[in-house]
């Protein structure tokens, strides 16, 4: 596999004239700077021409997870060489699926310059490039599971990880029978805020009422 070769899977122009100084087209100069041979496109290449690039850097705004599943790299050998960026930090769970997935990395569209520049070097270095909070969850469910089945692991991570750091509080908090009033309080959110909250909790871990969701909490030993 070259080691200075990067492709870019998106759907957008590179044309200086309708770009220029876009995010998009700093993206790019900041790989170029990191020393990649850049080439950008809006068709993956087949999985043995991607044999050649070192990193496959897929635009997020192009190509959602549920696309991203579909077009097959994350069920290759070349997983581990997958860098999203553009992603919109209200789609924060991309990061935890992009990890569980085998990715090297996630950028986020407002992340600032000297961060990106960092976290592209680490990836060209052979690290990764998530943000602490999404490595912390992951290695806390990671140590809970140790003494149980681990056919169960992955099944149990997948579940935590889809919930933010301030929804994991919120399950835990509601499992020790906190109130809404009582919750918005000790977080400092207002009562709507907290019922948001809970309807994205009950949403995603597929939970009717408070009940199933302790039981829930009790079953992933999700912690604070």
């Not at 492709?7 to 700093?26: A, C, E």
């Not at 003494?147 to 020790?176: G, S």
Request: glycine residues 4%; neutral net charge.
């Amino acid at each position: 596999m070259a080691s200075s070769k990067a492709f870019v899977l998106t759907n957008k122009s590179t044309d200086i004239g309708q770009t220029r100084h876009s995010s998009f087209t700093h993206f790019l100069d900041l790989i170029d700077a990191c020393g990649f041979d850049i080439s950008v496109g809006h068709q993956r290449p087949e999985l043995q021409g991607l044999l050649v690039y070192k990193l496959l850097f897929i635009d997020y705004s192009f190509a959602p997870i549920n696309e991203l599943l579909a077009l097959g790299v994350f069920s290759s050998h070349y997983k581990n060489h997958i860098v999203l960026f553009d992603v919109n930090h209200e789609h924060a769970h991309v990061e935890a699926e992009a990890l569980k997935l085998g990715a090297r990395g996630v950028f986020y569209e407002n992340d600032k310059l000297e961060n990106m520049i960092k976290g592209i070097q680490q990836i060209k270095d052979g690290k990764y490039w998530f943000k602490r909070d999404t490595l912390e969850i992951a290695l806390m469910q990671f140590m809970a599971d140790t003494n149980h089945n681990p056919t169960d692991t992955f099944a149990k991570t997948e579940r935590t990880l889809c919930l933010t750091k301030r929804e994991q509080m919120l399950v835990v908090l509601i499992a020790k029978g906190a109130q809404n009033k009582e919750i918005a309080e000790q977080l400092n959110i207002s009562v709507n805020t907290v019922k948001t909250h809970i309807y994205s909790i009950f949403r995603k871990t597929n939970c009717r009422n408070r009940v199933e969701l302790i039981k829930w909490s009790a079953e992933i030993a999700v912690e604070a």
